[in-house]
C-alpha cells in the first residue's frame, strides 16, 4: 500500500501535505480501497471557516456515501474542480489528482496531533 511518509494522516484517513500555512488535503489509499470505485465527490465548502474535525464534504462510491473530514482547522481556498468529471481521480491518484481541498490553516501547530506515516500503519493494521 502506498503511503508517502512526508504526510501526516488522521484518524478519519484524511492526509495532509503542507505548503508554508497551506494544507492540501485528501483521503488515503486505504480509505479509498475500502470504499471502492468512487462516483462522486461533492464539497460545497469553498471560502467556509471550519473546525478541525468539522465535515467538509461527502464521498459517495457504489456501495456507500462517507463524511470527509477536516484534519485540522482553517478557511477552505480551494477544491479540487477535476473532481467534478473525475470522481475516479481519488481511486487512481489519491495523493496526487485525487486531492479534494486546499486550507490556509488558522492553527499550523494542530498538525502535531496528526499521525506520522508508522503511527497511520498501526492505525489501519
Sequence with gaps: MNLPENLKYSKDHEWVKTD???????????????????VFVEIE????????????????????????????????????????????????EPYDGGWMIKIEMKDPAELDALMTVNQYKEHIS
Design 20 to 38: 508554508g500555512n497551506i494544507a492540501i488535503v485528501g483521503i488515503t489509499e486505504f480509505a479509498q480501497s475500502e470504499l471502492g470505485d468512487i
Design 45 to 92: 465548502t469553498e471560502d467556509e471557516d471550519l473546525a478541525k474535525e468539522e465535515v467538509f464534504g461527502t464521498i459517495e462510491a457504489v456501495k456507500t456515501v462517507s463524511d470527509l473530514y477536516m484534519p485540522v482547522s482553517g478557511t477552505v481556498i480551494e477544491v479540487n474542480e477535476e473532481l467534478d468529471a473525475h470522481p475516479d481521480l481519488v481511486n487512481k
